[in-house]
């Protein structure tokens, strides 16, 4: 797979596939940049070389063309991170885009209206992504959080180029998680919470030959310790789902993997906030009452793992940490991450929830690295290889 360092872009119009689906506000305002700025090395790169880009992105779920999910809304942020003011083309394919690329001089921007506005797009349709593949030279995809979708954009546009690299953003993004799973420093520890055992097992029968501690925290948690004979009371379990849990126990001592489950909670009888709640042993957890949070005493176990980790990788949270009182689980293990990382460890925060659980928390700048990609992140974790990447080869 070529990187942009492979190529020269002088006088040349690079497409790029870029993953510029921030969120809007009712006044069509951007709420949080982050995906414009983690789109920006690539683009100043090509810019500074003398090159011109052409910038194609979705937004949203559209149906059809509405207006709402127009990408001239962005047109403004995208000037502003860049520093170029950016060009805007009403539609992706056909004559308007065609014209506006070949308008466009070296150190020009150029930003296509969303391709969800074409059905063809999702489709991965050949005939759209030929059309696409006009509008440039050489072809970048720097879209992570889309490269495990066969769209037309992210992988079918790929084969009409001779010319094609992975953009900076992508690129990091695989070299974090090569960091995590292919390791010379040890210990690696991984941290798997959330939900449910069922949406992260794939994750953990692929990681476990290449990790020696793994923490198992959330929801998920309570299959585990049912399985292992504890009283769980009303917490969340998936009882088909208890046989494969001491599946994966006995993978992980065969694989010399020390597993840590808690052994402590924060129950509640209601799912609520304000709702009363006590510390209980998770092995004998009150009739009527869920566990909701890790306790005190397992914040501390994990906490110590994490401490002694060279690397570490984290996916779902320990708690229900949307609310304020079930959320001290996931502080304090996000805290250790934190501590561990300003002391040289390499952390990597990526799939799902973990990702808003540690924005929401301030961590996300204290922490190594935070995937931008929920679904392709866990699906890298699975092993699977994305057709986004794939495509580049
Ligand atoms: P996931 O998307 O699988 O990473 O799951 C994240 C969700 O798991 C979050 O919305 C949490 O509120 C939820 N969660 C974490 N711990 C628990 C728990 N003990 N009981 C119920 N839900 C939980």
Same mark, same amino acid.
């Given at each position: 797979m070529k990187?942009?360092?492979?190529?020269?872009?002088?006088?040349?119009?690079?497409?790029?596939?870029?993953?510029?689906?921030?969120?809007?506000?009712?006044?069509?305002?951007?709420?949080?940049?982050?995906?414009?700025?983690?789109? =920006?090395?690539?683009?100043?790169?090509?810019?500074?070389?003398?090159?011109?880009v052409v910038l194609m992105s979705h937004l949203g779920r559209p149906e059809g063309k509405e207006d709402k999910y127009s990408l001239r809304h962005i047109v403004a942020d995208v000037s502003d991170v860049i520093g170029v003011k950016v060009k805007f083309a009403e539609d992706c394919i056909g004559k308007v885009a065609e014209e506006a690329v070949k308008n466009l001089k070296p150190g020009e921007v150029l930003l296509l209206e969303n391709l969800r506005f074409h059905d063809e797009e999702k489709k991965g349709d050949e005939e759209f992504a030929e059309k696409l593949s006009k509008?440039?030279?050489?072809?970048?995809?720097?879209?992570?959080?889309?490269?495990?979708?066969?769209?037309?954009?992210?992988?079918?546009?790929?084969?009409?180029?001779?010319? =094609?690299?992975?953009?900076?953003?992508?690129?990091?993004?695989?070299?974090?998680?090569?960091?995590?799973?292919?390791?010379?420093?040890?210990?690696?520890?991984?941290?798997?919470?959330?939900?449910?055992?069922?949406?992260?097992?794939?994750?953990?029968?692929?990681?476990?030959?290449?990790?020696?501690?793994?923490?198992?925290?959330?929801?998920?948690a309570f299959t585990f310790i049912k399985a292992k004979g504890g009283k769980i009371g009303e917490s969340l379990?998936?009882?088909?789902?208890?046989?494969?849990?001491?599946?994966?126990?006995?993978?992980a001592?065969?694989?010399?993997?020390?597993?840590?489950?808690?052994?402590?909670?924060?129950?509640?009888?209601?799912?609520?906030?304000?709702?009363?709640?006590?510390?209980?042993?998770?092995?004998?957890?009150?009739?009527?009452?869920?566990?909701?949070?890790?306790?005190?005493?397992?914040?501390?176990?994990?906490?110590?793992?994490?401490? =002694?980790?060279?690397?570490?990788?984290?996916?779902?949270?320990?708690?229900?940490?949307e609310m304020e009182t079930f959320s001290k689980g996931t502080i304090a293990l996000a805290e250790a991450i934190a501590e561990a990382t300003e002391k040289g460890a390499f952390s990597l925060v990526g799939g799902g929830d973990s990702v808003s659980a540690a924005k929401q928390f301030g961590f996300d700048k204290k922490v190594s690295y935070v995937s931008t990609g929920g679904g392709a992140m866990l699906e890298m974790l699975e092993g699977k290889s994305l057709p986004g990447i794939e495509a580049l080869k």
């Open positions: 990187t942009i360092k492979d190529f020269n872009f002088k006088n040349k119009k690079t497409l790029i596939r870029v993953d510029f689906n921030v969120p809007l506000d009712k006044e069509l305002k951007v709420g949080d940049r982050s995906r414009i700025i983690g789109a =920006k090395p690539t683009i100043i790169e090509v810019l500074e070389e003398g090159g011109s509008l440039g030279d050489i072809y970048i995809n720097d879209a992570f959080g889309t490269a495990h979708r066969a769209h037309a954009s992210t992988t079918i546009v790929a084969k009409y180029f001779e010319d =094609k690299a992975v953009g900076l953003l992508l690129q990091k993004e695989i070299e974090s998680l090569d960091k995590v799973l292919h390791s010379e420093e040890k210990p690696v520890t991984a941290v798997i919470g959330g939900a449910k055992v069922s949406s992260k097992i794939t994750v953990i029968e692929n990681i476990l030959p290449k990790i020696d501690h793994l923490i198992i925290g959330g929801g998920m379990v998936e009882d088909d789902k208890q046989d494969l849990a001491l599946e994966i126990l006995e993978k001592k065969t694989q010399n993997v020390q597993v840590h489950l808690p052994v402590d909670t924060i129950s509640t009888q209601k799912f609520d906030n304000d709702a009363e709640t006590k510390v209980e042993d998770i092995t004998a957890i009150s009739d009527g009452w869920m566990g909701l949070d890790a306790g005190p005493k397992s914040r501390e176990n994990f906490a110590e793992v994490i401490k =002694k980790s060279k690397i570490i990788l984290w996916n779902g949270p320990l708690g229900v940490f």
